[in-house]
């Protein structure tokens, strides 16, 4: 069985394995929409980092409704995050976040007064892993269909 301690150190021993999330937002309406953004920071008690243009919809929207879900995947992992954003402006950290590949969407760069940084401070969340990477997830996929037993993956919900 895990413990909620247990369930907290996985979590935190993924996120470092995302480089990208989908952020979902509500619109004025309750529509929810979802879109890519880079991770920058992974803090252990699950809190996400973002780079942002001061007027995009995710800032527009999280200013109004500041509840969202952050899903992030890889081949042998999924986390579920749900939270509150808020945009910190913050220059020191972005300047410490920035890097080249920021600057096919920021040509002006981290002094331009339209970015700043996107902040989810997540309250819940759970993962889905599998031991031991692709491969293993594989082969224990093939024994699952073979014997008939439940394929052996890891899953938590966490409260942080």
């Known amino acids: 069985m895990t413990t909620a ?3 907290r150190k996985t979590l935190a021993d993924l996120l470092p394995k995302f480089r990208f999330a989908m952020v979902t937002t509500a619109d004025a309406e309750g529509k929810l929409t979802s879109r890519p953004l880079t991770v920058q ?3 252990f008690d699950g809190d996400l ?3 942002v243009s001061r007027e995009s919809s995710v800032v527009a929207e999280t200013a109004a409704r500041p509840g969202v879900g952050v899903a992030l995947t890889s081949n042998d992992a999924w986390v579920s995050l749900a939270g509150d954003a808020e945009v910190v402006d913050d220059r020191g950290r972005l ?3 920035w890097s080249p590949a920021l600057d096919a969407w ?3 760069g981290p002094t331009d007064p339209n970015v700043t940084l996107l902040k989810i401070n997540a309250v819940s969340g759970e993962y889905w892993s599998s031991a031991g990477g692709a491969v293993a997830s594989l082969i224990g996929y093939v024994k699952a269909k073979l014997t008939g037993d439940t394929y052996d993956g890891r ?3 966490v409260v942080l």
Do not use: T
Request: charged share 35%; glycine share 0%.
């Open 5 to 7: 301690d247990d369930a």
């Open 49 to 51: 980092w973002f780079v």
């Open 95 to 97: 300047r410490q976040y």
């Open 106 to 108: 920021f040509p002006d």
């Open 155 to 157: 899953n938590a919900s």
């Open 41 to 43: 920071e992974h803090e």
